[in-house]
């Protein structure tokens, strides 16, 4: 299934990637009741390699760091600690050249004032087009290219549906030529039908310039459709690592069934046992200790969950950080 | 059968807008019986929310109910004085919303927001003992605590004092819904109650609803734009295009074995985890202005299948097999084609 080749070397790769926020008490709080700053542990630990001309499907609840990660891995965060590769080398400047991201909300992503000429005219510059003339055929040829028409380059963003918004966020990513693209749930703020149009360009456009996908989604179905491989995230650390057929088939970390027993489907014979979790997601400024999933699980091995972090170890293909495989 | 909880005839909500009137409702009919999980499904701008607001008629001006009857119990709601009105509000029929940071109010506790909802009502003064000896306030907090052990707040006497911005998001949807549920209403009305949350919390919340249906036995109208969501928890669906039902019907039959061209687009391009597909099927286009819209079917230009005849004819929810009925000319009398032939 996966369309990577075999032995290549990874496009991208994550090692033991930390980014921690600080929360710091304020002033008052310090002198009268001795309050400490604070970290926000979003993403604490994360390794995983992204090989070229896949997708990679992130998916995880809100605030397991899913959308940290990617702008870590886009360099719009420093990580804290670890290390991200770019084929085999560490990040440096010509990074920025081949990684682009595309944002989840399309009317907050675009500048309200710029014109589509402007927005995508920004980033043609900086892959070094520098003759307007040239630089007003690519912005056109661009937007032919996502689905929008040539009259719209003279318009702003507020005279556009969201899914046209979305197309433009594309067409700016892409005019960079990048190799490597995060895409931020780019399509959970459109609608049904709009999403599927989004869907199929981002998947159209994959084949045509040969990119690799980081997609952050929090719908497993979307995540399903579109990727080759799928991380589950759970406050900052990944949970369950696999090939898409494989982790949708037969899920081994309790949250990933948890997470899928959760979706609503359509079909009657899709349809899991119903699980349904105890609580919310605990805060990542105080995460429980031993593994962090442990505070909602419904299969807990013993007291080891609640000490101790699990190893990560490779069953039946997958990659799982859990205690019941250790 | 017996008497609906609630009927509608021929809804007509209209928003006067200065490019032109937008029918956001236009001829709504609709039965929900006691105890059924309704189900209305669309995208946004279909109208649905508008139906649920023209129930409780909270239809902001100059929008305003412009035809069709709202029966609830046997009564024409259209026709209730304010006065009347307010007090089924809340009480008969309560709403739930889609964001419930916006809905609590960020200054009071959840408590005694809930309180609140129940003393507006006078259900305070049901206590089984005489004014001396019930202590009234005693008796209202014991029922509040009740309400919020029964859609699932853990420790309700410790989060009664608590502010809203002191829950998370599952857990202020839960106060709005203990809010809904006070008053014991007959008919619950919730829109998009699991949008803005995750999957695992919407599980939670969707059971608490469903404990709500069976042990209250309230019925629900649920309106959301997840047909997953839909399938699963409703007896029934309608789908919404443009302010009118396109399709309705048993809510797996519909989703099994679609009839409105919309439906099956809509179906069609939703990613499912049964479907191995290299692509999926989008609808084409975008949803249409409702302003100043043709009459006729009003997705002709996105319809695959559309014809001429699409624009004449003034098409009727026809019904097809067991209870489930189409909007379409393919089910016009002397018209009808087979599915088969256009797929």
């Known amino acids: ?326 | 059968m017996a008497e609906p909880l609630l009927e509608l005839r021929n809804l007509t909500t209209v928003f006067p807008m200065r490019r032109g009137a937008v029918n956001a409702v236009s001829g709504v009919n609709l039965r929900v019986q006691p105890g059924e999980i309704l189900g209305i499904v669309g995208e946004s701008g279909c109208g649905k929310s508008s139906v649920l607001l023209s129930i409780l008629r909270l239809i902001r001006q100059p929008g305003h109910i412009a035809a069709g009857n709202i029966f609830f119990k046997g009564r024409d709601l259209r026709r209730l004085p304010q006065k009347k009105m307010r007090a089924i509000r809340g009480n008969e029929i309560s709403m739930i919303f889609q964001d419930p940071l916006s809905t609590l109010n960020p200054v009071f506790p959840v408590g005694e927001q809930i309180r609140e909802a129940m003393r507006l009502h006078g259900i305070a003064n049901a206590s089984p003992l005489p004014w001396p000896l019930a202590g009234r306030r005693s008796h209202e907090k014991q029922r509040v605590l009740d309400v919020m052990a029964e859609v699932g707040i853990p420790a309700p006497e410790a989060r009664y004092r608590a502010y809203p911005h002191e829950f998370s998001g599952g857990m202020q949807q839960r106060a709005l819904i203990a809010i809904a549920l006070v008053c014991e209403p007959t008919l619950l009305l919730a829109d998009e109650p699991t949008t803005a949350l995750d999957v695992t919390i919407q599980a939670q919340i969707m059971e608490v609803m469903r404990r709500v249906n069976r042990e209250h036995g309230a019925g629900i109208i649920l309106v959301t734009h997840n047909l997953g969501l839909a399938a699963e928890f409703c007896d029934n669906i309608a789908v919404m295009y443009a302010g009118r039902i396109v399709e309705r019907g048993p809510a797996q039959q519909v989703v099994d074995n679609p009839q409105h061209p919309y439906t099956r687009g809509l179906l069609a391009c939703l990613p499912q985890i049964s479907r191995q597909r290299s692509r999926i099927d989008p609808i084409p286009g975008e949803v249409p202005d409702l302003a100043g819209l043709p009459p006729g079917c009003a997705f002709i230009p996105r319809c695959s299948l559309a014809r001429d005849a699409c624009n004449s004819v003034d098409l009727r929810l026809r019904s097809l097999q067991a209870n489930q009925y189409a909007r379409c000319i393919l089910y016009e009398d002397g018209v009808r084609y087979t599915v088969e032939e256009f797929s």
């Open chain 1, 1 to 326: 299934m996966s369309r990577r080749a075999a032995n290549g070397a990874p496009l991208v790769e994550a090692r033991d990637v930390k980014k921690h926020f600080p929360v710091p008490a304020s002033l008052l709080g310090k002198l009268l009741a001795g309050q400490k700053d604070q970290l926000v542990k979003a993403v604490d630990g994360v390794s995983f390699k992204i090989w070229p001309g896949e997708t990679v499907g992130l998916v995880g609840e809100s605030g397991c760091g899913k959308t940290t990660l990617g702008r870590v891995l886009a360099r719009l965060y420093e990580p804290t600690a670890g290390e991200i590769l770019f084929r085999d080398w560490p990040v440096h400047s010509s990074f920025f050249r081949h990684t682009q991201i595309i944002f989840q909300n399309p009317y907050s992503s675009l500048n309200p004032r710029k014109t589509v000429r402007d927005i995508i005219g920004v980033a043609l510059r900086q892959r070094g087009l520098r003759d307007p003339q040239e630089r007003e055929a690519e912005t056109l040829r661009l937007l032919r290219r996502v689905g929008l028409s040539e009259r719209h380059v003279d318009a702003y963003p507020h005279q556009f549906s969201g899914g046209q918004r979305q197309r433009i966020g594309i067409a700016r990513a892409l005019a960079i030529q990048p190799q490597f693209v995060v895409a931020d749930e780019p399509v959970s703020a459109l609608d049904v039908s709009i999403q599927a149009q989004v869907i199929n360009l981002l998947q159209e456009l994959q084949e045509e310039f040969d990119l690799t996908y980081l997609f952050i989604a929090h719908d497993l179905s979307v995540i399903h459709h579109l990727s080759d491989r799928v991380v589950v995230m759970y406050l900052g650390h990944v949970m369950e690592e696999a090939e898409t057929e494989s982790l949708f088939a037969n899920p081994l970390h309790p949250y990933t069934q948890a997470l899928l027993a959760a979706i609503p489907v359509v079909d009657k014979e899709d349809r899991r046992e119903r699980i349904i979790l105890e609580g919310a997601v605990p805060s990542p400024i105080d995460p429980p200790s031993g593994c962090p999933f442990h505070t909602r699980c419904f299969a807990k091995k013993g007291p080891e969950c609640e000490q101790e972090y699990p190893p990560e170890v490779q069953v039946q293909g997958h990659r799982v950080a859990c205690w019941l495989y250790v």
